[in-house]
């Protein structure tokens, strides 16, 4: 396999709406005059509305794009296929709403080093597009984190994340999403970003958090209303939390 410097891939699942608003041109303008050798890999997580076709022909034409059609089985394994299938040195996570947007990778280059594992995005409290209560919630979880797991790290969950390839691969297939048995159905809500971070500072790699800028201007409409959604996302959080804590005490962690 041909070596080159950085994969960003792009998960997706019934990203129509996202899609339409040309997210991957502003992708495609940003690196197709860089430097260093890229990819993209948008890798589809069994899509059931038009975003396949709409990728199909909005790629069509541009170099180093392509698009994994993959059955659904949730954002972890979206990625996961991304990953093995990343030519990259380093392999860059960015979410298609592009409420981070793809130029905010000039922030995290710098920090790449031998010894660092990830440099993750890290969007602050002062978030556009953020109400209060999620503003309040946020200080809540981060607090409540802490407390348990990740205390240097102040945002675990910016969908803008730097991994050293060798890395990724190494840690990913150790999240516990990939030991259930339960088959995923539609969107789901799976805070699985703390308990890869924790693996990775595990394997003795540092993490770099890096702040960066965030706009809440998703307009997917398959991810439910904005309520129940945030009302999913908060338990999931807290509840993997514990779950990561509870793994670490009982040594589920030391093999890594």
């Given at each position: 396999?041909?070596?080159?410097f ?9 990203e ?55 059955p ?11 990953i ?36 993750i ?83 003795d ?52």
């Amino acid at each position: 396999m041909e070596k080159i410097f950085l994969s960003v891939i792009i998960p997706c699942y019934n990203e129509e709406e996202n899609l339409k608003r040309n997210v991957l041109s502003e992708v495609h303008d940003f690196l197709k005059n860089k430097v260093f050798s890229w990819e993209v890999i948008i890798s589809d997580d069994g899509s059931t509305d038009g975003s396949k076709d709409l990728i199909k022909s909005q790629i069509k034409g541009w170099k180093n794009f392509r698009l994994l059609e993959n059955p659904h089985g949730g954002k972890p394994s979206a990625l996961w296929f991304g990953i093995k299938s990343a030519k990259g040195e380093y392999v860059l996570f960015s979410d298609m709403d592009q409420s981070t947007p793809i130029d905010q990778l000039g922030k995290l280059l710098p920090f790449l080093a031998k010894n660092i594992g990830a440099v993750i995005g890290s969007r602050g409290l002062l978030r556009k597009n953020f109400p209060l209560y999620r503003r309040i919630g946020s200080i809540v979880f981060m607090a409540v984190r802490k407390l348990f797991i990740l205390p240097e790290i102040d945002d675990t969950q910016c969908g803008f994340k730097l991994f050293r390839k060798e890395v990724a691969l190494r840690s990913f297939p150790k999240l516990e999403f990939f030991r259930k048995e339960k088959r995923v159905k539609g969107w789901t809500v799976t805070s699985w970003d703390v308990e890869l971070l924790h693996i990775i500072k595990k394997i003795d790699f540092r993490i770099e958090e890096v702040p960066v800028q965030w706009k809440d201007i998703d307009v997917s409409k398959s991810k439910g209303g904005v309520f129940g959604r945030y009302a999913r996302e908060s338990k999931e959080m807290l509840t993997q939390i514990l779950r990561v804590k509870l793994n670490d005490l009982k040594g589920l962690y030391k093999d890594v």
